[in-house]
């Protein structure tokens, strides 16, 4: 079956809401999640390589803190050099999100970290692969409930107030990831001929 790994940092949980709604959409595709979540940047990050290398697919994602991904996932990814040297990552599928206080916040930045890191590792990176909610119509309104609200095409970028994480992301960034997932699964699965 085929397995898709989601390593992810979160500092207060708003972040982890998104890695646990993606790994219901690879569900939902018939696929195995492996929630691998990053505690801090000094922790020993081998056990979440090899469990990430056992993956067909990885998803990584991070809150954006000062307009980049968190620390917790940038000392990950520099751990992931062991995997650079071998070329163990290579033709895996990547995908990428990242969460933020406000609309834009500077997630962009957040995901292109994320999207470049894949390429150093020779990953295959699939996009959000989901429309703007605001296309086909006069405006978009930013709505909670909208899926895509902020028109993201790199990978999932949502927004979470100060609440706490039971209420926010709201449904349309929780079905964004959803949907998400789902696609990362089902590419993976044509790639490897497994699903
Ligand atoms: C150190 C720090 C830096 C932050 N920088 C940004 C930022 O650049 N842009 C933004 O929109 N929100 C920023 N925020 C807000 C966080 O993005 C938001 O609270 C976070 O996504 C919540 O996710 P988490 O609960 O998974 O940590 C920052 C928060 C912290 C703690």
């Known amino acids: 079956m085929t397995k898709v790994a989601i390593v992810f940092h979160s500092g207060y949980g708003h972040t982890k809401v998104v890695a646990e709604e993606i790994a219901h959409g690879v569900r939902n595709a018939g ?89 150093q590792q020779h990953m295959i990176w699939v996009g959000a692969g989901q429309p703007a909610s605001s296309q086909g119509t006069p405006a978009p309104t930013f709505a909670v409930d909208e899926i895509n609200r902020f ?20 449904s349309g960034d929780r079905e964004f990831a959803r949907r998400y997932g789902l696609r990362i699964a089902q590419v993976t699965g044509k790639l490897t001929g497994i699903l």
């Open 151 to 170: 028109s993201y095409s790199i990978g999932v970028a949502t927004q979470s107030d100060n609440a706490s994480p039971e209420v926010t992301p709201g």
């Open 31 to 119: 696929a195995t999640p492996i929630l691998l979540e990053i505690e801090g940047p000094s922790q020993d990050f081998k056990p979440l390589l090899e469990a990430a290398t056992e993956a067909d697919a990885i998803v990584f994602g991070a809150p954006t803190y000062m307009g980049d991904i968190s620390v917790g996932l940038k000392a990950f990814f520099e751990a992931s050099s062991s995997a650079w040297y071998t070329g163990a990552w290579k033709d895996k599928v990547a995908g990428g999100f990242t969460n933020s206080f406000n609309a834009s916040g500077d997630k962009l930045h957040a995901l292109m970290s994320i999207f470049v890191l894949s390429q």
